[in-house]
């Protein structure tokens, strides 16, 4: 059993950062590969990146490619994703998430965190 909770989110202007942050229990997060996603209102849940469990192996989404990094440390239990040139369009909830590889689609990962708020505001 793995639990997340993200933390990081608020309120910016367009054009500024955030980093957001996974904190996950157990001592076997080295194993999990991590993802982040996102969900605005009224619309569906979208990957936004993934790392693999050793941080060697990276995937983004085009949305996020050049503006957002993500990254992890094994020996803190967190996996971070550093957004960059935030646009209105990011506005969503983000949310961290826990699987066996690096993948795309939300139903291929085990463990959801409850998610933190990013709203940017034009």
């Known amino acids: 059993q793995v639990q997340l909770v993200e933390s990081g989110g608020g309120l910016v202007q367009a054009g500024g950062s955030l980093r957001l942050s996974c904190a996950a229990s157990?001592?076997?997060?080295?194993?999990?590969?991590m993802g982040w996603f996102r969900q605005a209102p009224g619309k569906e849940r979208e990957f936004v990146a993934a790392i693999s469990g050793s941080g060697g192996y990276r995937l983004y989404a085009d949305s996020a490619q050049g503006r957002f990094t993500i990254s992890r440390d094994n020996a803190k239990n967190t996996v971070y994703l550093q957004t960059n040139s935030l646009k209105p369009e990011d506005t969503a909830v983000y949310y961290c998430a826990a699987g066996g590889i690096p993948r795309t689609r939300g139903d291929q990962y085990d463990y959801w965190g409850q998610g933190t708020q990013v709203t940017v505001s034009s």
């Open positions: 157990g001592r076997t997060f080295s194993r999990y590969a």
